[in-house]
Nanobody, 122 residues
Framework: QVQLVESGGGLVQAGGSLRLSCAASGRTFSSYTMGWFRRAPGKEREFVGYITSSGAYTGYTDSVKGRFTISRDNAKNTVYLQMNNLKPEDTAVYYC???????????????WGQGTQVTVSS
C-alpha cells in the first residue's frame, strides 16, 4: 500500500516559485505514474500534470505548460512539482496521487495525499 504525503506549499507573490514534494511510502512507488492535481476554492479538482513511472515522459495541462515541471526520484520515493512564474490563479490545494495507467482522469488515481496549500498573492 502506497501512502503519499505532500509538502512545500506556502504563500508566494505572483512571479515567484515554489517546489512541492510528494513523498511515498511502500516499495512499489517506481511502478506508478504519478499525477499532480489541484483544487481551487469553489472549483472542481483539476489535473495539473503527470510523470511516467520511469520519469521519461511528462504531460501538463495547458495553463501550466512552460511554468511547471514535474520530476521524480525513484531512489527517494519522491515526486516533485517545480512551479515558476506563479500566478494568483494557481492558488489551490495541490495533491499528488498514483495511477497504474497514463491518464489525466482523477478517477483513475488513488492513494491521494492530504494536499498542500499554495497561495499566490497579486
Amino acid at each position: 500500500q502506497v501512502q503519499l504525503v505532500e509538502s512545500g506549499g506556502g504563500l508566494v507573490q505572483a512571479g515567484g516559485s515554489l517546489r512541492l514534494s510528494c513523498a511515498a511510502s511502500g516499495r512499489t512507488f517506481s511502478s506508478y505514474t504519478m499525477g499532480w492535481f489541484r483544487r481551487a476554492p469553489g472549483k472542481e479538482r483539476e489535473f495539473v500534470g503527470y510523470i511516467t513511472s520511469s520519469g521519461a515522459y511528462t504531460g501538463y495541462t495547458d495553463s501550466v505548460k512552460g511554468r511547471f515541471t514535474i520530476s521524480r526520484d525513484n531512489a527517494k520515493n519522491t515526486v516533485y512539482l517545480q512551479m515558476n512564474n506563479l500566478k494568483p490563479e494557481d492558488t489551490a490545494v495541490y495533491y499528488c496521487a498514483k495511477s497504474s495507467i497514463l491518464t489525466r482522469s482523477p478517477q483513475s488515481y488513488s492513494s491521494w495525499g492530504q494536499g498542500t496549500q499554495v497561495t499566490v498573492s497579486s
